[in-house]
């Protein structure tokens, strides 16, 4: 059985995310957070098996080994993010984890309870990020990705930024990935 992979995400939804990133680099001392203003770019969502029109921030730091991934719906559009506001609740919203093999350990989640909520596929309709709502003994929702070469340039640049901030510019916004990846903090 394929594992589920050495990286791990705690992914947070915000309703507010000038707040959340306050919060995060002043309080908590982690930083710096690379906000992508909309996340989606060329991909498509699909929330309940329905194709949907969200769109959503995020922004990304580290703190040690650990991702930590700030969400925040940009539109009321159906969504995992919308929904968990929805229900009054702001904060750890799910654990991200990047298997192996995403579609063999997909399918073992499944047989093992495990059921998609939503999912990100790309331009040719492969999936690129699974939410799935998880058996009671884990808690929260779990969001699978698969590692791609851009994904793991993009996440380790920012891993490096994050392992020798100085406290400077504690956000630090792009237009999306390829963007910080060509910047000089993504060639930290």
């Known amino acids: 059985m394929a ?26 001392g982690v930083g710096p957070f690379v906000v992508l203003d909309s996340s989606l770019g060329d991909r498509r969502f699909f929330h309940r098996g329905e194709r949907s029109a969200v769109d959503f921030s995020i922004a990304i730091s580290y703190l040690g080994d650990v991702m930590i991934e700030l969400i925040a719906p940009l539109n ?16 750890l919203h799910h654990v991200g984890l990047w298997p192996d093999d995403l579609t ?5 989640l499944k047989e093992s309870g495990f059921s998609e909520v939503s ?26 990705a698969e590692m791609t070469p851009l994904r793991k340039r993009f996440l380790g640049g920012i891993k ?3 392992a020798t901030w100085d406290g400077s510019r504690p956000v630090r916004r792009y237009a999306d990935r390829a963007a910080f990846i060509a910047s000089a903090d993504g060639r930290s």
Request: net charge negative; glycine share 10%; aromatic share 8%.
């Open 104 to 108: 063999k350990r997909w399918e073992t």
């Open 3 to 28: 594992g589920l992979g050495k990286y791990v995400q705690m992914g947070h939804v915000v309703r507010n995310m000038d707040t959340a990133l306050a919060c995060w680099t002043k309080v908590m």
């Open 119 to 144: 999912s990100i596929r790309r331009p040719d309709g492969t999936i690129d990020v699974i939410y799935c709502d998880t058996p009671s003994a884990i808690g929260v929702m779990m969001e699978l």
């Open 76 to 91: 009321s559009e159906p969504s995992p993010y919308s929904e968990f506001l929805g229900s009054g609740r702001e904060g």
């Open 160 to 162: 490096a930024l994050a």
